[in-house]
């Protein structure tokens, strides 16, 4: 019988737990059922899939590796590495001078937003798992507006709470935004299920490639290198119909 009571923090401190249980707990927040609101964003892609641009799984592996390789690897990935190494450090101030800029580089009002919510949504999410100092801060300046909760910077909070690799962090990351993509592709397109399937597994090499372009990379290396990307992004609220928010 389970004597904790509902509602309570019942992993107490999630840099105690096992490393089985962290590799558990690391695939339990990449599920499908998982709630980050993913499912809800293209970041884009739609404008693309309304232009025809997008029309079969061929397109959407070309998209998407642009997307890993010129936009996540020069501005997310390289967030989510840095957010990662403060938080080893518990160094609170440059985790929110780098939400700043990680608000910053976001030049579409609907990217911004969409990187806030799913954000947000992760923290209301994964909080009461768990009474750890640093998750509590950032959850305390949330509530008091005084960050936005940008999704790239959690991650990286996150993820070096349960003691995965820096590089496993960026990994899981690419791979987690990569899948989100298609499978809102999958319904947008529309495209079979075993369309999406060989997509992602076309893209693992790109994926373990980016990640590893990241680890030598830094904040000097932020870079927008898919202007055209912004521009979908941009005219996405123009749209005249919209399966998306952003």
């Not at 680890?215 to 927008?224: A, I, K």
Request: net charge negative; hydrophobic share 40%.
């Amino acid at each position: 019988m389970n004597n904790q009571r509902e509602g309570s923090k019942s992993l107490s401190n999630i840099r105690d737990i096992n490393t089985d249980l962290g590799y558990l707990h690391l695939m339990q927040i990449h599920d499908s059922a998982f709630p980050t609101g993913s499912f809800a964003h293209s970041f884009g892609m739609e404008t693309y899939i309304q232009d025809n641009s997008i029309r079969n799984k061929d397109d959407l592996r070309e998209f998407c590796s642009m997307y890993v390789r010129y936009n996540l690897a020069s501005t997310d990935a390289i967030i989510v590495k840095e957010a990662y190494e403060l938080a080893k450090k518990g160094d609170k101030q440059g985790l929110i001078h780098l939400e700043k800029i990680c608000h910053g580089i976001k030049l579409s009002p609907e990217t911004r937003k969409g990187s806030a919510m799913m954000g947000r949504q992760f923290l209301q999410t994964v909080y009461p798992l768990n009474d750890d100092e640093l998750l509590m801060f950032w959850h305390e300046k949330l509530k008091s507006k005084e960050i936005k909760g940008h999704y790239p910077i959690i991650y990286g909070i996150y993820t070096a709470m349960l003691g995965v690799s820096v590089e496993m962090s960026i990994e899981t990351f690419l791979y987690s935004s990569i899948t989100a993509l298609v499978q809102n592709a999958v319904r947008a397109v529309p495209l079979g299920q075993s369309s999406g399937v060989q997509t992602i597994f076309f893209l693992l090499p790109v994926i373990q490639e980016t990640a590893r372009q990241v680890m030598t990379l830094s904040l000097d290396d932020l870079d927008n290198n898919s202007i055209a990307l912004e521009i979908a992004s941009m005219k996405h609220e123009f749209l005249y119909s919209r399966l998306f928010i952003s």
